[in-house]
């Protein structure tokens, strides 16, 4: 995989999830019922982290669930014949609640879609908002993110890399360019 560019560093990455959470903030007027839902796998650290700012700022907790879109996707068979199911942890009850899904990149809207069938199998909340660090464009499905931290161009022989030190060791997003 060839790096083309590092489009974010760690600080970068910080500074963009303190202007979504304040964001999140006024669009909700408060935090009362909200709660915020990791898509796997990179999702999960950025909502961990936005529950961090978010209870920094409002001096609230703001719960994070976890989402395990697996077995909803609409390509499951062209992945593996035995996906790797890791699970979801949601242990609140969403019933009227607003519901933040997070993911770290909005690409053609498939993940989404997956992610809204399978909040709506754990409940029914009152509303369900997207939050994505990267919106790369190509769009498959009339989705939209409400809270966007960076909307990068790129082509589809291009990857946007998000890194977080959780799972990758940095923080860091980067443009590569797809092998073949």
Avoid: C, W
Avoid at 15 to 29: D, F, M, Y
Avoid at 158 to 169: M, P, Q
């Amino acid at each position: 995989m060839r790096i083309k560019s590092q489009i974010m560093d760690s600080s970068a990455i910080n500074r963009t999830l303190r202007r979504i959470a304040h964001e999140i903030i006024e669009q909700n007027r408060g935090l009362e019922n909200v709660y915020l839902v990791g898509i796997r796998s990179r999702g999960v650290p950025m909502a961990k982290m936005l529950s961090s700012i978010l209870s920094e700022i409002e001096n609230k907790e703001v719960p994070v669930g976890v989402l395990d879109i697996t077995l909803y996707r609409d390509d499951l068979s062209t992945i593996s014949h035995q996906p790797v199911i890791k699970g979801s942890k949601i242990d609140f009850d969403l019933h009227n609640t607003n519901v933040i899904l997070v993911d770290d990149v909005l690409y053609t809207g498939r993940t989404v879609r997956a992610a809204i069938d399978a909040i709506l199998d754990f409940g029914r909340p009152q509303h369900i908002q997207l939050a994505v660090l990267v919106d790369r464009g190509h769009r498959e499905l009339p989705i939209k993110a409400d809270y966007v931290g960076k909307n990068v161009p790129t082509s589809s022989e291009e990857i946007i890399k998000v890194s977080f030190s959780e799972i990758d060791g940095e923080d860091t997003v980067k443009i590569v360019e797809r092998e073949d």
